[in-house]
C-alpha cells in the first residue's frame, strides 16, 4: 500500500505543478482537481522545496529543462 500511496502522491504533486507552471493560480488549480487551495499552496511548497526554487517562473523553467 504504501509505495502505491508514494505514486499517487508524486503524480498529484506533478499534476499540480504542471498546471502551475501553466498559469492556473491555487484556486484555480484547487477547482479543476477537486482538492482545497490550502493542499495545492502544501504540495507547491514541497515541489519547491525539493526544487530548490522560490517562485512559478523558476517551476515552470525547471520543468522545461526536465522534460528535455
Not at 499534476?15 to 484556486?27: F, H, K, V
Not at 490550502?38 to 526536465?66: G, H, P, Q, W, Y
Amino acid at each position: 500500500y504504501r509505495e502505491n500511496d508514494a505514486l499517487e502522491n508524486l503524480k498529484k504533486a506533478l499534476e499540480i505543478a504542471l498546471l502551475a507552471a501553466e498559469g492556473m493560480n491555487n484556486a484555480e488549480i484547487a477547482g479543476s482537481l477537486f482538492i482545497s487551495p490550502n493542499t495545492v499552496k502544501t504540495v507547491l511548497k514541497s515541489v519547491f522545496a525539493k526544487l530548490n526554487i522560490s517562485s512559478r517562473e523558476l517551476l515552470n523553467a525547471r520543468l522545461d529543462a526536465l522534460s528535455e
